[in-house]
Structure formats: structure tokens, C-alpha cells
């Protein structure tokens, strides 16, 4: 069974602090992306990358940078984590090329609260 | 830009019909898509619906597709309480990349 994993479900970090939200997919896929969820808001997707290395600002990159040093981990990372980064952040991931028939996989998600 | 419309809130009866529906902008999307977010939980794929086609049935989920005025929808027969979620509306774009715009989400409450 397909899988994209986020190592935390729920966080809690003080102002201030850099925070790392980790994702691992094991389908060998090329693309993943990183969105935040709010109420209201929906999903706006933060970054993504294409591949090792590579990444492409979202809608909402700002106070957000992301790592892909290997093909099957993304990581965002908050350098300095503020109270409206509380949110629910979601990973996720797909093969390139594939005109998406499936979509995308997601990861359960997890819920930073920032105090 | 793309963007991709749907309604926040649906109530329904236990047993009754659900409809979601959604709007989409991008002409050239080759696949359209319905997933479905149960509570605090991340989002898995329902069903998705090729563009050449008008309706894809599976099981209790009916999609329909208008092409012409860019509507899609979500039907889901004999709602159960178990179908209470956010369904979010998408849409593919961007050729081979596959990237994908999301509407905001529909939540669905099934009432007993």
C-alpha cells in the first residue's frame, strides 16, 4: 500500500522557535508538495519540488523554505515559527508525467500550534 | 488564474441524496477530481472523472460533468453518517507536471 508519511500528527512550538515538519513517501514519485489547511481557506499549497534539489514557491512561501535532499523526503521548515503559522500542514505526493490519473497522495497531516 | 469553486456547507439527512457541487475555470484540464477529508485526518482520492466524459458512477457516488458551463458534481445516494467529511473539488493543470487546484471544501453534516 502507497504511502506518504508525516513524522508528527500534532506539534506544539513557542514563537521563535525553527520548526521541521518531515514527510517520507515510499513510491519513488518525483513531485511533492507542501500545503497548509485553514478553516475557510482551503489548501494553499506553500512549495513543491520536482525533483532531488529542486523546489518552486507556492502561493504562500513566505516564512517557509523547504529541503529535498533525497527523492523520497520533503521537509518545511518555519525558521522562526510565528502564532499564524498554527495550522494544519499536509504533505503530499505524485509521479511527474502521469497527467495525474490518481491525483496525489497525502500524508495524515500535521496540526502545529504555535503559543 | 485557475480557480476552483465550491459551496462551505451541506446538510443532509441520513438516507437522503447529497449533492456537492463545484465550478472550475480551466478549460484544458484533463482530469477532474473529488477527495474526501474525514476528520483530522489528511485527504484520500473518492473518484475523479476524465474530461471527455459526462458521468462516472462507483458504487453510491455518481460524478457529472458539464463541460460547457465548467460544473462539476458530486453525488452520493443513501448518505450515511459515516459520509460526513469536507470534500474538496479538483482540478488538474499545468500538463505533465500534474499539478492540481483545489477548492476550498465542502462540509458535508449527515444528520440522523
Known amino acids: 500500500d502507497v504511502k506518504v508519511t508525516q513524522s508528527s500528527r500534532y506539534l506544539v512550538k513557542r514563537t521563535g522557535e525553527k520548526v521541521f515538519l518531515e514527510c517520507v513517501q515510499d513510491m519513488d514519485h518525483e513531485n511533492m508538495f507542501w500545503y497548509r489547511q485553514d478553516p475557510g481557506l482551503g489548501l494553499r499549497l506553500i512549495y513543491f519540488s520536482y525533483d532531488v534539489k529542486m523546489k518552486e514557491k507556492g502561493d504562500i512561501p513566505e516564512g517557509y523554505s523547504v529541503s529535498r535532499e533525497k527523492k523520497e523526503r520533503f521537509s518545511l521548515i518555519l525558521e522562526s515559527a510565528s502564532t499564524n503559522q498554527t495550522s494544519m500542514y499536509l504533505c503530499?505526493?505524485?509521479?511527474?508525467?502521469?497527467?495525474?490519473?490518481?491525483?496525489?497522495?497525502f500524508g495524515s497531516g500535521t496540526r502545529l500550534t504555535v503559543v | 488564474g485557475e480557480d476552483v469553486e465550491q459551496s462551505l456547507f451541506l446538510s443532509v439527512r441520513e438516507g437522503d441524496s447529497s449533492v456537492i457541487n463545484c465550478t472550475y475555470t480551466?478549460?484544458?484540464?484533463?482530469?477532474l477530481y473529488w477527495y474526501k477529508q474525514e476528520p483530522g485526518a489528511g485527504l484520500q482520492l473518492l473518484t475523479y472523472?476524465?474530461?471527455?466524459?459526462d458521468m462516472k458512477q462507483d458504487q453510491r457516488l455518481t460524478v457529472l460533468l458539464n463541460k460547457k458551463d465548467k460544473h462539476l458534481s458530486l453525488r452520493i445516494a443513501d448518505t450515511q453518517t459515516g459520509d460526513s467529511a469536507i470534500y474538496f473539488c479538483?482540478?488538474?493543470?499545468?500538463?505533465?507536471?500534474?499539478?492540481?487546484?483545489f477548492g476550498k471544501g465542502t462540509k458535508l453534516s449527515v444528520k440522523p
Open positions: 472523472i476524465f474530461s471527455n466524459m
Open positions: 503530499a505526493s505524485n509521479t511527474a508525467g502521469q497527467v495525474v490519473v490518481g491525483g496525489y497522495t
Open positions: 479538483a482540478e488538474s493543470f499545468g500538463g505533465s507536471q500534474g499539478n492540481l487546484i
Open positions: 480551466d478549460s484544458s484540464s484533463t482530469y
